[in-house]
Every structure is written in structure tokens, then in C-alpha cells.
């Protein structure tokens, strides 16, 4: 390239290589100027774009982490540009008013269902054990939240964020719902009505569209839709007056002050992808073999479903009677809610395997009173055992006859009794409604109202926990529980103000009583001068006046009593510019809040928090206020905002939430002996035949030569087969029964010899 000036090409190479651009030459120099680290990187950016790590070492005293975080300048920012400026994450001082507004959300119907056994405990930052009843949680965490932040963001509300309130559902302890059989079998209905849709939907071809649909009004009606209902509304889905007006019964009727032009969206969908789906199966060729099966299923699906909202329209109609008979109580008032627990097991402490079987449970029954002094709701809880009883109306009408003499005697002031009880036969009977005007002539009974089936009686399930809990603990320190006299000494042993215990005995046989006619259908009874006024709904129309006889009752013998108890504040909620209250106690402890202050008793540590005055960790304020809110009476019931649209071509008509009649439906003789060899084959074997399954298995059952054997019109549903189960269940235990087939199988054996 250059002969014989090698030294000078080879120089004149090397001063170019180590050399730099004037502006590159400038960009160094102000590199060597710069005061601070930021401006360094934002000019290195300049001079790592087009130079290397080891060029640039040759004039600037760099490192490789330098040179690395120069280079994600350039991708980040651009050469020489200005970096973007992180905002600093600030740490915001929660409200107490945020912390409250969500545990009132959290202790909802909507959110939460009360269990009659187990117990959790919350642990403060300072120690302190806080025992709260265990309650279920209907949906998982995540969307709690969600529906939460959507309901603040439509009442423009300012919410905690979503990893606090994520916090707090861990801290404020509950089980989470894994299914609904148990709990509330109207519930349980709908829910597998819905899944044998979602089956139905993955053997069909339909749109996208109808899925998506019937997935939100699914979603709506679970979780929006009782929050949405109201006295008086334009939508015919969600007016409580116009669902539960009956009228072929005038004085059962109320009529609205307002037209109902207006449909929900979301209950449109549902029952519009519901149609789509029924009148896309119904155009399905004859000769599809499961075409009657599809349509069957889909007919009992959409009853059900329709079940499950006219259920939670009832449910929440009757909760606001319980709610204004609480707000309207005086102090020569009380709100009795009663329920019997499920039967105690015996248990000892060590407990051979003979004595683990073939137990007989311990009859109690819980009681829980509610009245108020001083605009303070007090409680106390009267607890009757039982070692032999039969649970029936007799029983019932003799423990509330004790009650009120307990009551009179505890507080003469006390004159009217109201009732709350939820739709069991004991309580729910001709004999208890004509011997309510004379189970006491000193506490007089008012009103007698129902919560809808499966929809009530929370406070005794949250006492019958408690007190389960510490009948476990008295048998875990050495002693045996198997009678109910064992029984009241293992619940006395925990002094409690507020908590009678009796054993008694029911003795003497009842008068028969007359039938009151279509008493399944009433929810509510007032005791007047006439007689029974009777409604078939909570203040919808005038109401009928049904004449009371007095039935004969037995005798109730007392056995033995614990110490008279004292009405006691109930802990609940309280407004925000309510005054400290100091109850007087014999108790002496001292209840130290988070924030460092020492109170008396817990009442004026909970007043303290619920002033919003503490200063604590934001985790036990919540645990106090949820522990506060799982004692009151009544749960919050919330009212969410409803997306209408105009009223729809079809409407439901006046009184679709009540209850319809009973159908007596007669079975063929080929349905009851295929009946008959389901049961007898569990029977047998040992297995017992599920009755859904035998419903849906009779649906496709064949003949020999391939006929179907029963039409769409000789389908049963799950519910029928189990009632005819459950009739030959009875047979079977019967005597007469065994007699008879003890007969039939001699006189077998005589013939074949």
C-alpha cells in the first residue's frame, strides 16, 4: 500500500485510532466537569454510542459498570436525552373511615353466611386474643375486592387499595364457601341448575355472544342482584312490593305508586341467553336422541334459577322486617330470635370404640333476646337442655312460656315480646300460632314473623358456636360430656353475664290442634284483639284476621338453673360522633388498644376505635371492627345502583316471587317400580343411588328393543326422587313393614317346600 513508509503508515494509523471528534472531544470535557452522577451518564450516553468500552477508557477515567449504564441510557432515554424522572411511592395515612366502610362491606348478607359451629380467633399486635365466630365467605378474595372497588367507585368513594384490603381479608379470618349444599339448599338448586347449563352450552353450538351473555347474568345474579332490590323500584326484576303482591288475594296486595317501564340489563341477559339457548335445542331435528333430555334440563334449569331470585327477593323483604322491628324496639320491648342447635354428640375424654358408636345426641335449644335502653342494644341468651325430646311445637311453645316468665322476672318493665324465627315445622305451626296470645299474661306477644327458608336466624348460630367451643375445652381438661347435665356444667364453668343455661324435661301429651289453611304460604303474624293478623309478605296489602283457639300444652319441669343473668350492650357499630359509653362490670381487666391507651373493659376500647380516635396499626383496627361487626343483630344490608334500559317486550308479571302452589304429582306404575329397584339396589350393595343421577339416567333409559321408556312428561327431578326415597326409607324402618315382609318371606318358603 506504501512502499517503504511502513514506520510512518503504521504512526499515522495509531494517532487516528486514539484520537476523538471534536464534539466528541468537547462531550469528554464536559464529562470531567460534571458535578453529579446523572449528568455524567446522560453525556457517556454521547460517547458509548458510537465508541467503545476500551477507546473511551483511553481518555476517561470509567468502569465497565459506567460504560453498561450509559448503554441502558441509550435504550431507555436516547443519547444524551433527559432521563425520565421516577415519581417517588408515598406512603398515604389511611382513614379509620376507609378501614370501617370496607369491614361494613366485608359483614354483609351479600358477602358473608353465619355457621352454627366453629370459632376463629384474632391475635392483635399486642397480644390480645379476640375469639369471632366462624362465618363463610361466598366468593374468594380477589373478587371481593373487585366488587368492592366497583361499588366505591360508583358511590365516589375513596377505598383502601387493593393490597391493603387484600390484607385485611387475611387478617379478618372466615372459611371461604367451597360449596353451597349445607348452607342453603334453594341456593344449592340454582347453582347446579347453572352448571347444567355451562354442560349444555359445551355440547351445543351457539354464538360466543349467548355464552358471554348468560356468563354475566350468571355472575349478576350471585353477587348483584339482592343489593340491588328495593321497596319501590321501576324494574319489575328488583320491586319487592310489585314481586310479592298476590293478587288473586286482595287483602295480600299493594299496588306501586310508580310504572315499571324500565328492565335491568344484566337480568335481561340471563334470561334472554336462557330463551336462545331453549329455542335453539327446540329447533334440533326429531331424531336427535337427546333432544328431549336437552329440553327437560334446560325447562327445570331456568325454574330453578327463577327459584333462586324469587328466594333472595323473599329473603331480603323479611330481613328488613327484623331490621325495623330492632330500630323500632322501645325498652318495654325485646326481639326474641330462638333455633335449635344441631343435637350434641356425647363425648368423654378417653373414649373406647364401643362408646364412639350408635350415640344419641342432646336435644338444645338457643334463644337469643335483643331490647334497647338508651338507644344501646343489649342481649342476653337463655339456653334450654334436653336428654329426651322430641322438637315438635309443644316443646317449643313450653320453652318460649319459660322465657317470658324469665324475662318478667328479670325486668318487670318488659311487656311485649316480638318473635323471629326462621320456616322450621315446630315453629311454623297451627298449635304455636293459636297458643301465642296465651303463653304469658304478663310479657305479651306482638309480632311473629319468618325469614324465608334457609335465610335467618344468624345470631343463635354464632352463640351455638361459642358455646360449642368451650364444651370442647371442658372436655380436653378430663371430663365427659354425655348427658345434658354434663352438658350445662361444662357451658357454666365459663361465667358469662349474659348466658342462662336450664335442663328441663317436657312431660304431659298436647291437645290436637286445628289446621290453619295455607299457613306454609303466611310470613308474618301480629297477635290483635280478634284474633291472628296474618300477611303472606312484610307490609305489602291490609292482611287477614284468622281466629286463635288455645291448645292444651304439656309440663315443663326444670331440673337445674344457672345464676341469673343481665342484659348486655351488644359490641356493634357505632357513629362516627358517638361518645365513649362506660358500662359498669365486675370484671377488672384492662384492654390495652394498639395505640397504647388502657381501657376498662373491651365496649370502651371498641367505642375508642369506632370514634375513629386510635392511632394503631391499620391490621387491628380492622380485626376490632370486624370482631364488632360479627356481634350485631343484624348484618349491613347494601343497595347497589341498577343499569336499566327500556322495558323489554315481555314483562314478569304481578307476584312472580311468590311462592307457587304445590303440585301433587301421581307416579305410574312403571316409574315406581323403576324407583323401587334404584333404592332396592342401594339397599344391597351398600351404595346408595344418588338422585340426580338417577334423574338424569331416567332420561335416557331404553327398552329391549331401543324405545325410549319414559317421555319428557314422566321425567322426575332430583327433589322428587329424593322425597319418594325418603318414603321408602320410612317403610323400611316401619314395623308394620317388617312384619309384613317377614310374613310374605315365611309364606314363600312354605310354598317352594
Known sequence: MAPGQTSALFASFQKFENSLSETDEIVVTAYKEADNGRLRTQLLSILAQNNSFGDLQKHLNITKYDYRKAKEHIKQNGPGMQPSVKQPIKRRRYNPEQILHFIDYLTSDNVISDLPFGEKKLTLSNGKVLPVPNVIRNTIHSSIIYQYSAMCKEQRFDCLGSTT??????????????????????????????????????????????????????????NEYKAQLSAMCSVADHCMVYALSDTSTPCFRKSCSHPHTNACEKCDLLDQSIRAILSFVDDLPEHFSEKNELLFTIEQAYSDIMSWKSHQLRSKLQESARKNILDSLTSEQVLIVSDWAMKFLPAKFRE??????????????????????????????????????SQDSNCVCLIWKDILEELHNLDETISTAHFFQDNAGCYKSSFVINNLRSLSNKVKVGKYYFCDSQAGKGPCDRKAAHIKTRIRIRINEGHDVTCATDMFQAIVANKQDNLLVKVVEVCGSPGKSPTLKGISHLSNFQVEEKGVQTWRAYDIGKGQIVKDTPIKMGVLTE??????????????????????????????????????????SYSEMDDHVMALECTGSILDIAKISYASALEKPIHTQLQFPTQTTALASEQLKEGWANKPPRKNVRFNDEQKVYLQKAFDKGITT????????????????????????FQPSEYFSGKQITSFFSRLAMRQGDPKEKMAKAQDQLLNSHLTE
Open 165 to 222: 384490603l387484600g390484607k385485611i381479608l387475611t387478617a379478618c379470618k372466615a372459611s371461604t364457601r367451597s360449596r353451597l349444599a349445607g348452607l342453603d339448599y334453594i341456593a344449592a338448586e340454582g347453582s347446579r341448575a347453572m352448571s347444567d347449563i355451562d354442560d349444555i352450552l359445551e355440547k351445543v353450538d351457539l354464538s360466543m355472544d349467548i355464552k358471554a351473555n348468560f356468563k354475566i347474568g350468571k355472575i349478576h345474579l350471585k
Open 352 to 389: 373406647s370404640q364401643s362408646d364412639w358408636f350408635a350415640k344419641r345426641g342432646i336435644s338444645w335449644h338457643l334463644t337469643v333476646i335483643f331490647r334497647k335502653q338508651s338507644d344501646i342494644t343489649e342481649s342476653i341468651t337463655m339456653c334450654h337442655l334436653l336428654d329426651n325430646c
Open 559 to 600: 331440673i337445674c338453673k344457672s345464676r341469673e343473668p343481665s342484659f348486655v350492650p351488644v359490641i356493634g357499630r357505632k357513629k362516627c360522633n358517638s361518645q365513649s359509653l362506660t358500662v359498669e362490670t365486675e370484671n377488672t381487666m384492662e384492654f390495652t388498644c394498639t395505640c397504647g391507651n388502657v381501657y376498662n
Open 686 to 709: 351398600g351404595k346408595k343411588e344418588d338422585p340426580n343421577k338417577v334423574s338424569k339416567r331416567m332420561r335416557s333409559e331404553r327398552g329391549p328393543s331401543g324405545e325410549t321408556l
